[in-house]
T-cell receptor, first 112, second 113 residues
Framework: QKEVEQDPGPLSVPEGAIVSLNCTYS??????FMWYRQYSRKGPELLMY????GNKEDGRFTAQVDKSSKYISLFIRDSQPSDSATYLC????????????FGKGTRLSVIA | SAVISQKPSRDICQRGTSLTIQCQVD?????MFWYRQQPGQSLTLIAT?????????ESGFVIDKFPISRPNLTFSTLTVSNMSPEDSSIYLC??????????FGDGTRLSIL
């Protein structure tokens, strides 16, 4: 079993839809949870950052962490064609200077 | 957040040769990380580079194949040595500043013929 599991998709939705992206993990020591967005030919861009369990909202994006279930989610409301990208979940046992463990990424297409 | 520049952005190399990838940060950082992103695979950590000490390599990666230099607090290089087609990948550097999550450069896209 890989440490972080993420459905690679691809996922295709119509513009305006609510998108749900998920990851599961096996290492209960993970404390920091991140979502990165990666456009083609670009590096991963930090989207959301959460410490421990709970929800965090930023505009159209909501990140949820359920440590008891070892499950994290990213919701995108009112999805736009510009949201078309690969979304990577990542997690670590410590903060910034600790190595990250990534999921494979989910490729999302939002169709106008 | 730190601005990270990687060079080259892409390259096509012959098997058996070596390529050195540069990573420059616009601020001083203690730790720099090198990851590999193979097609259809997760980003995988190659090594952690701490200024003033030897890099720490992850299981499956060795210094002879991926030597790393960290001469100062804003710069690091990763060399991919004696390349084979299996080394075709995207190589990314990242930095974490204090408690902030890591930020990435745009990567080096490497193809081996």
């Amino acid at each position: 079993q890989k440490e972080v599991e993420q459905d690679p998709g691809p996922l295709s939705v119509p513009e305006g839809a609510i998108v749900s992206l998920n990851c599961t993990y096996s290492n209960s020591a993970f404390q920091y949870f991140m979502w990165y967005r990666q456009y083609s030919r670009k590096g991963p861009e930090l989207l959301m950052y959460t410490y421990s369990s709970g929800n965090k909202e930023d505009g159209r994006f909501t990140a949820q962490v359920d440590k008891s279930s070892k499950y994290i989610s990213l919701f995108i409301r009112d999805s736009q064609p510009s949201d078309s990208a690969t979304y990577l979940c990542a997690m670590s046992v410590g903060s910034g200077n600790t190595p990250l463990v990534f999921g494979k990424g989910t490729r999302l297409s939002v169709i106008a | 957040s730190a601005v990270i520049s990687q060079k080259p952005s892409r390259d096509i190399c012959q098997r058996g040769t070596s390529l050195t990838i540069q990573c420059q940060v616009d601020s001083q950082v203690t730790m720099m990380f090198w990851y590999r992103q193979q097609p259809g695979q997760s980003l995988t950590l190659i090594a952690t580079a701490n200024q003033g000490s030897e890099a720490t390599y992850e299981s499956g990666f060795v210094i002879d194949k991926f030597p790393i230099s960290r001469p100062n607090l804003t710069f690091s290089t990763l060399t991919v040595s004696n390349m084979s087609p299996e080394d075709s990948s995207i190589y990314l550097c990242s930095v974490g500043v204090g408690d902030q999550p890591q930020h990435f450069g745009d990567g080096t896209r490497l193809s081996i013929l």
